[in-house]
């Protein structure tokens, strides 16, 4: 459920009409809904309201920082994979005890960054990271709280760019070199050793992966006890899936009674890791025709918005849904493909798609943005990055200005071989 309806055949964001945005803003822009942003992350929270549990939202997800600010103040805390999201996360006056680091190539600079900040936990996903984090905390003279990520081998059934948890991917420690870490880890005395993370995948859509993996970590957690290691909280990760088509996935409520279902009698805090599932559909691309083309074999309706913008169609040949900003009265469709004006035939928003006919001027909504929309977004074929709107009932604000020419240039500078100032 979301916040984006049609009134009078024109398309709301809650109580502002997306036409008048765009005629304030211009196009192309996001646009998020507070209410949708607070119902989602207070829907997945509500079921472990009675237990010790902290939702990290996974900050690549949207990265914005009044996006932030607003998930913060409904009490949630941060997953970040960088030294700029733990950058982001305090300047939107994130707690430091509520951040846990992810990410399979953490720097030397942002491990220490991490520690001077004193937050959470590190999650560490190497042996080699351990050792590093243990050499930093030594040189920082402190302990650094660390998690160890473990891959559990499971297979979380979605795209295969977005799968965490199979031993062929990147992430994590397999489960059977993860004990011996655990042993290095306990008796180290740089490092507390605070917990044990997974994450599986994203866009998840059914429970039986999570569960899976929940199993043989609660095996993996008896072990650790039976040999006297002991922790403080479990991780597991994001990955719930959403609906942007036909998708079935599991409702908040019913991934949430599986998990305690699965780890009751643990005794350990439970973390979760959260992106899409709480800005994927609170969020939309507004975008505007530019032209409609005819060829002998496909009907295109080229828009301003591009794959710099949007890159999930062209990189994961994802859908997401586009639909008119003004509904139309007429019954006319086209099977179309949606396009953008970056010079790249992988630039779609959507392939073969049936929909009601435009024309030029005409805004498009492309929904289910919230999530890994603008915080992949680039500036290829130099255009600037577009606006970011938060709408709040009747009031809306821009979050992210859109970018102007000059932006695209800052920080570049001639050689001064070339004629420039040093
Ligand atoms: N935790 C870790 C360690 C992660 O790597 C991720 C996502 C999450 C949590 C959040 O997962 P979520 O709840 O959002 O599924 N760009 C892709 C998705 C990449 C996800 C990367 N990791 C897409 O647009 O589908």
Known sequence: MH????????????????????????????????????????????????????????????????VLRLLLSLGCGADIVSGGELFRVLKAGGERKKIVFSGVGKREDEIEFALKEKILSLNVESAQELELVSNIAKKLKTKAPISIRVNPDIDPKTHPYISTGLLQNKFGIPLKEAIGLFHKASKDPNLDLVGIDCHIGSQVTELAPFLDALRSIKNTIKQLKSEGIKIDHLDIGGGLGITYSDENPPHPRDYAKAVLDELAGLDLMLIMEPGRVIVGNAGILVTKVLFTKHTSQKEFVIVDAAMNDLIRPGLYNAYQEIIPVKESSSESTKVVDVVGPVCETGDFLARERKMPTVSPGDLLAVMSAGAYGFSMSSNYNSRPRVAEILVNGDKFAVIRKREALEDLILGETMAHWLGGKD
Not at 15 to 37: D, H, M, N, R, W
Not at 40 to 49: L, M
């Open 3 to 66: 916040h984006f309806n049609f009134k009078s055949e024109e398309l709301y964001c809650e109580e502002v009409p997306l036409k008048k945005i765009a005629s304030e803003v211009g196009t192309p822009f996001y646009c998020y809904s507070q209410a949708t942003l607070t119902r989602h992350v207070q829907q997945f929270s509500e079921p472990f309201k009675d237990v010790d549990a902290l939702l990290c939202y996974a900050v690549k997800a949207n990265s914005n920082i009044a």
